[in-house]
């Protein structure tokens, strides 16, 4: 199978440490959604990523669908997310929490490289709603004592916040800095492991 998408994309990122941590081999198509539109088209008509291609063809797209599916090949005993109960809900509060956040600051992004004369409203709105979102989770995480969110062993909600982070820190450093010392703790603790440090892509710089 292979995903396409490149690691510069907080969603693109979380499905591949998934894939790294699952220990299942994927081939990687680092292609643009801008400059490799036609080739994403291909496989995903709404030309997004992540997209994973499975080996007999059929693409899967949305990181949360994708991930689904990883867990129900890998198992209940590995799978990095409850199948049921207020574990589960727990963790996919939190992940629905870190997805919003990424989605926000990648509009963000677009905002300032598309636009000629950014839309003030539109960024202040962005801007307060990823405020909010870190100061409800770096309380959330503050009040955690165990090395992951939900325990000692990394779930998909621990991978969805680091990636969510390192690109709202990258891409907007003025919205998170030393003021969430336990979300940037949890980051470090991710960005330790060898599957974060193999699968990460600069952001670039934006052009202007």
């Keep these: 199978m292979f995903l396409i998408g490149q690691y510069d994309s907080p969603f693109v990122r979380r499905t591949a440490i998934a894939l790294r941590l699952y220990g299942l081999p994927f081939e990687h198509k680092p292609w643009s959604t801008f400059g490799d539109a036609e080739k994403v088209a291909a496989y995903n008509p709404v030309q997004r990523v992540p997209t994973l291609v499975l080996d007999d063809g059929q693409a899967l797209i949305e990181s949360s669908a994708i991930l689904d599916y990883l867990d129900e090949l ?22 629905a929490l870190a997805t919003g956040l990424a989605d926000k600051a ?39 004592q165990t090395p992951y969110w939900l325990g000692d062993r990394i779930g ?18 003025h ?14 603790r991710c960005e330790a492991l060898p599957p974060f440090q193999e699968i990460a892509q600069p952001l670039a710089p934006p052009k202007g």
Excluded: N
């Design 74 to 95: 890998v198992g209940p005993e590995r799978a990095m997310l409850a199948r049921s109960g207020v574990e589960r809900r727990r963790h996919l509060r939190i992940m």
């Design 106 to 144: 990648v509009s963000l992004v677009y905002e300032r490289v598309l636009r000629k004369e950014q839309l003030k409203l539109w960024v202040e709105r962005c801007e307060g709603q990823i405020s909010r979102v870190l100061a409800v989770l770096e309380q959330e995480r503050a009040a955690v």
């Design 156 to 173: 998909h909600a621990d991978i969805a916040v680091a990636c969510a982070l390192r690109f709202t820190g990258e891409a907007h450093p």
């Design 175 to 188: 919205l998170f800095d030393v003021r969430y010392p336990a979300l940037q703790a949890h980051v470090a």
